[in-house]
């Protein structure tokens, strides 16, 4: 089936919902996601929304500017994360307007709390500025925009799983997607498409990330000759539930939390002076991969604890409800009362698909445009997070760039007409599933997967070095074989969702050879990046992007300066 | 542990009814259902359909009938569920493949409440200011995650499939009773209607099944009281 749109968002999280709301009022849009919108993975942000508002004390956006590019240890560019720390006060309160309920404080205005790297006077202590609704911030948020998509009857196709992306004449033509429900191949027509199908954390064995983590969107950008930026840089929270990697918030820390252990000594102390357990992720996450290979892991075994028992019950209670949820219920424990097991959890892809500050996406390091397509969110890389995020950024990136993409994309549509469609333009998708279904190998999906996360938790997450990857590079390579003899058992065509899963695998497989790849290359250590072989930053060769390609011969690279505008590399310290 | 999981099956394109499968498996007691259907899925029936996403409880994605009661697969451990465990789909909703069902008609009836904030004066430069008491009053229903366990244990649902059921309604209240919205009126229209909240029984079954805890019946109830005193 062929459909024809102004334009089509792929992904229906924060970032696909705020471009589909920006987008709907100025043509013919579709949102196109794999699962019903307020299934998306924003709803389980939990700590909050960053925005210099300076409701409880001075604050500046030009201080979450300056805290955003040492977080990313100076490899964000900083005309994009200008513009995400000034326009983050505006969203903030449009979110208000439309009915977001923000937590309150007592003269009724936005409550906020500290987090992670935020900090006043560029440096000198934490500072309140993650607004938040409790401990369910990404969840009102995904509400929010939900329900003003309602309100404003933006057109979805729910369950709709991405293949391809159709380009023509150098320019984007549409995408081709496969509708779960009844197995047909439908092609979006499009003068513009908007990319946010979000991140790729289900490449790690322990992840806070939703099973649908996939990197849907950056795979198929990949296999259309598109570069992905950065894709080396990968966070590890530091506070995932032990072995199930269920994201405990920042915001617990935030609150007071403090993590400590088997001594039960606060260690982070040795690390982070002045911030303490509210440091940037990268830096709490190594600190406590070290503390674990010194012995000091709680039982000698590969956690620590994140003790909340000096917190209040109303802190308990009002502030961090699901989060004292989570640990009755999977951990069977009173976080009142016991220290909380945890350990660091694969959480956020810095990198993604290279886009300019109008979510443009670029396929260059001399920033060319590819005319009608665009991304925003995880799977997108401005780059406004660098080589780290910082808590409660990505919330704001979702929505300013989001927005900002839609903005763009509605212009583009207006003044241009459809690249032309390409000749028969579910081929290459056709041929993809019909592959997949005429498999009668012996290799189940899942043993690739296992293997695949096992592996790369082993060898690319906190601590990489050349050995580490050079036998993780083999290893994908030995997936790869397996993967060519994958079997499917369901050969139905209404909700195949085995089939979607071999689908996805084939996208991680795909991340993770740029991921290791980008890490092999990049040779020192900045932000989430720690080769153990080159444990030092190296701005005089290191101070820019990686873009990775796809080839027959392999991963290629370019590389892409850094934007350096108010504030000059420095060290990172806290 | 050896747990033994009995689940409902159907597949419409290879039979027209459905029938029980029976897979014993090998699990912790740690482990959420979500794992062990994942388990069932990944290594024994590659068919075995459901949705799934998050699995720690928000996305809403795997609301099931779980020996007897609703609640979301990735919520409750094997340790609290027995050795034998039977699993099938949310009952009142067309069931399309195994635990899959159809979640259409449970959307069309949140957009039928309005749910969303309707406000008639202008917007200030900054933040509506709230206060924690005002903002308190809703706080409950701000959880509602749409998994739909709450509307499909409800019996009047059962016998009136018009009803528009405890989850909407659980998302008109958060409006309703929100201080900055100014379309109290137009939902209380709606609600007041013949398939409204006077179809609750007062049975306390969504208030079992909702997997966030909120007091649905509570919420209804408020509503019940909002038409009866605010009433037009």
């Keep these: ?574 | 542990m050896k747990v033994t999981l009995k689940i409902r099956r159907f597949n419409p394109e290879k039979s027209p009814q459905p029938w029980w499968g029976e897979y014993p498996i090998e699990a912790e007691p740690t482990d959420r259902l979500l794992d062990a259907l994942n388990y069932v899925k990944w290594h024994i029936d590659g068919t075995l359909t459901y949705r799934r996403s998050c699995a720690h409880g928000i996305c809403g994605s795997d609301a099931m009938l779980i020996n007897g009661a609703n609640t979301l697969a990735c919520k409750v451990l094997l340790q609290n569920l027995g050795s034998k465990i039977t699993v099938e789909p949310m009952r009142g909703f067309r069931v399309i493949k195994d635990l899959l069902v159809d979640m259409d008609a449970f959307f069309e009836k949140f957009r039928k409440v309005k749910p969303y904030l309707i406000t008639h004066t202008p917007e200030p430069e900054k933040e509506r200011l709230q206060t924690i008491e005002d903002r308190e009053t809703f706080e409950d229903t701000t959880k509602c995650i749409l998994c739909g366990a709450c509307t499909t244990s409800c019996p009047s649902f059962w016998a009136n499939e018009d009803y528009v059921g405890p989850a909407a309604i659980v998302n008109a209240h958060r409006f309703i009773f929100d201080s900055r919205d100014e379309g109290g009126d137009e939902r209380l229209e709606i609600l007041g209607a013949a398939d409204g909240v006077w179809r609750c029984r007062t049975i306390f079954n969504c208030v079992e099944a909702c997997p966030r805890e909120i007091n649905i019946t509570r919420a209804i109830g408020e509503v019940k009281k909002a038409l009866l005193f605010r009433r037009f």
């Excluded at chain 1, 099973?211 to 992905?228: F, I």
């Design chain 1, 1 to 574: 089936m062929v459909h024809k749109y102004d334009a089509v968002v792929v992904g229906a999280g924060g970032a696909g919902l705020m471009a589909g709301l920006n987008l709907s009022a100025h043509g013919r849009v579709a949102v196109i996601s794999k699962l019903y919108p307020t299934r998306s993975h924003t709803g389980t942000a939990q700590g909050g929304i960053g925005a210099a508002l300076g409701n409880h004390e001075e604050d500046h956006w030009e201080w979450h500017m300056f805290d955003t590019i040492k977080g990313g240890d100076y490899l964000a560019d900083q005309d994009a994360v200008e513009i995400l720390c000034r326009e983050a006060i505006e969203t903030v309160y449009e979110l208000e307007h439309w009915g977001l309920p923000f937590s309150r404080t007592e003269d009724g205005r936005i409550a906020q709390r500290p987090f992670g790297g935020h900090t006043k006077e560029f440096g000198k202590g934490p500072v309140r500025r993650s607004c938040y609704a409790a401990d369910r911030t990404g969840h009102m948020i995904l509400q929010t925009l939900y329900q003003q998509c309602t309100k404003n009857q933006v057109h979805f196709f729910n369950e709709y799983h991405l293949l391809d992306l159709l380009v023509s004449e150098g320019r984007c033509a549409g995408v081709v997607a496969y509708c779960i429900a009844t197995g047909e191949l439908h092609v979006f027509h499009a003068k513009a498409v908007l990319d946010a199908t979000g991140g790729c954390g289900r490449m790690f064995r322990v992840t806070s990330n939703a099973h649908s983590l996939t990197g849907d969107g950056m795979a198929v950008a990949l296999r259309a000759g598109l570069p992905l930026e950065d894709m080396e840089f990968f966070q590890f929270h530091p506070t995932g539930i032990y072995k199930m990697g269920i994201l405990l918030s920042e915001a617990a820390r935030g609150e007071g939390g403090i993590l400590r252990n088997r001594t039960g000594e606060r260690f982070m102390e040795r690390y982070a002076p002045t911030l303490l357990d509210l440091a940037p992720r990268d830096m709490v996450s190594r600190a406590m991969y070290r503390e674990i290979r010194d012995g000091k892991g709680i039982d000698g075994k590969n956690y620590l604890h994140l003790d909340l028992t000096h917190l209040s019950a109303e802190v308990h209670d009002k502030k961090l409800p699901d989060v004292t949820d989570f640990v009755r219920t999977y951990l069977g424990i009173e976080p009142k009362k016991e220290p909380v097991p945890v350990q660091p959890t694969a959480h956020y892809a810095m990198g993604g698909i290279p886009t300019d500050t109008d979510g443009r996406v670029i396929i260059d390091e001399q920033n060319t445009p590819l005319h009608g397509f665009y991304a925003a969110g995880e799977s997108a890389c401005v780059s406004v997070h660098g080589a780290n995020r910082l808590g409660t950024n990505s919330l704001v990136d979702i929505l300013v760039y989001g927005r900002r993409g839609a903005r763009h994309a509605a212009t583009y549509m207006k003044e241009n007409d459809w690249a032309p469609s390409p000749a028969n333009p579910e081929d290459r998708a056709k041929a993809l599933i019909a592959c997949l279904m005429a498999g009668s190998g012996k290799e189940r999906a899942a043993q690739i997967r296992d293997a695949l996360q096992d592996e790369m938790m082993e060898k690319a997450s906190v601590f990489r070095d050349a050995k580490s990857l050079t036998a993780m590079k083999e290893k994908l390579v030995e997936l790869r074989e397996r993967f060519a003899q994958v079997k499917i058992e369901d050969r139905g065509s209404k909700y195949n969702t085995e089939v979607l899963e071999v689908v996805e695998l084939e996208n991680l497989l795909d991340l993770a050879e740029a991921l290791v790849e980008s890490a092999l290359g990049r040779e020192e250590s900045r932000g989430a990046h720690s080769r153990e072989d080159f444990p030092k930053r190296d701005d005089i060769n290191w101070l820019k992007h990686t873009l990775a390609y796809k080839t027959p011969q392999g991963i290629a690279f370019k590389f892409k300066p850094v934007t350096i505008t108010k504030f000059q590399p420095k060290e990172r310290k806290y």
